[in-house]
């Protein structure tokens, strides 16, 4: 079993930038592949990223490519999500989450993570 706490959320205008955390707790982080999703209201949940346990795999949607950047610190338990260059339709709320699977396969669609934090909104006005 595994903890998962998003924070950093926040309102932030177009072009603007926000760090997103996650902690976890309970079983050892960097057993885990973690990754960030977002769900719009009305709208599915959606990958975002994800970094393998070692930090040096990572995978992007092509929405974000060049603009978000996943990292992780397997010291402190914590992976990250540095968002630049924000666009209103980054509006959503954010998820993290922790998965089991191999870190060279591409992980997108939610049923592959095991635990999921509660979310942080993020809200870009233009």
């Known amino acids: 079993q595994v903890q998962l706490a998003e924070s950093g959320g926040g309102m932030v205008q177009a072009g603007g930038s926000l760090r997103l955390s996650c902690a976890a707790s309970?079983?050892?982080?960097?057993?885990?592949?973690m990754g960030w999703f977002r769900q719009a209201p009305g709208k599915e949940r959606d990958f975002v990223a994800h970094?393998?346990?070692?930090?040096?795999?990572?995978y992007y949607s092509d929405s974000v490519k060049g603009r978000f950047t996943i990292s992780r610190d397997n010291v402190q338990n914590t992976v990250y999500l540095q968002m630049n260059s924000l666009k209103t339709e980054d509006t959503a709320v954010y998820y993290c989450a922790a998965g089991s699977g191999a870190d060279y396969y591409p992980m997108r669609v939610p049923s592959q993570y095991d635990y999921w934090g509660q979310g942080t909104q993020v809200t870009v006005s233009s």
């Open positions: 309970g079983r050892t982080f960097s057993s885990f592949l």
């Open positions: 970094i393998s346990r070692n930090g040096v795999i990572k």
